[in-house]
């Protein structure tokens, strides 16, 4: 009942910019319609709907007297059935290009194939498919952030905070006591940002000692879960918490939060994202850091690699690696760095 309350709610997720007819092929003559159709692995994801709400902002940006653009955006519930479902009719409603944010980012073979008999380009985004999947056929695309390059920058900015400041080992035994929240099993996100936060800590001298993981799907009230359980069975031995995104970084918050724990008590915490309610507790220095996760960057490839898909120009000019990859930078994001923005 609850899944399919989920799935009601995404399907009305659609927008219209220029709401009539905006669907079809583009028109011969010099005026264009173009239709692109979304769809994203769950309309929970706070990531996800900030990423796509910039989008929503490309395109509009890239709409002219004689290019009118519509988008229509669909959450998947979670169900790769669905999101199949939704990639047909997106599909038999004319759509031009498809951005699809995988349920299951090794399951595209229907939804490649579904594009494919039409000739609709796909630009995969956020969820990478594994790359035979991506040989699959020359009109899929994909638009993300390298994995490894966020766990690494996580990691350097905890070793500069346990260097700054000795009190992080709080029973003073010269290692770090330390716990990671962690995404979606199977999330190319989330394996390696994890091993690549614990690499780059150790390359930069930090002894470690892991006492515990939860896995929490991204999600902010899973992992206050999590962290509760982790507290009831460590108390104040957890010296530094490794979250794969900020969401899951403020739920571990909130489990101390809601134990009156006193700041001389609690653990480092560090995120991924920069999502807004993240940027704000680095700003109320409650998050120690965290990476952001390019969304205006990665919504701005997205919209132009559209541009590019329907009107056949453009290709030339996007910065891509192995032909069909658009990758966004990561950047660290401290107290500090915000100050002086
Ligand atoms: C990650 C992001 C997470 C979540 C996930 C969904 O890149 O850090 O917060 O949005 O993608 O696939
Ligand atoms: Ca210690």
Redesign the pocket.
Known sequence: MKGRKKIAAGMLCCMCILGVNGCGQADSDNSQNVYVGVTY?DQS????NELLDCFKKEIQDLESEEKKISVTIQGAGGSQRTQDDQVKELIDGGCNVLCV?LVDRTDPSEIIDLAREKQVPIIFF??EPVAEDMAQWEQLYYV??KAEE?GTMQGEMAAEAIKANPQVDRNKDGKIQYVVLE??PG?Q?TIIRTENAVESLKAEGIELEKLSYGLAN?NRAQAENRMSQMISQYQTKIELVLA????MALGAMDAYEKLNYTESTLPLFFG??G?KVGLEAVRDSRLSGTVY?DKEGQAKAMAKLVEALVTGSGMEDMDFENQKYLYLPYAKVTEEQLEID
């Open positions: 692995y994801d706070i990531f996800l944010n956020n969820r993300g952030a966020s995404g979606e999330h996100d991204w794969n995104n900020d969401e991924i994202d999502t996760n």
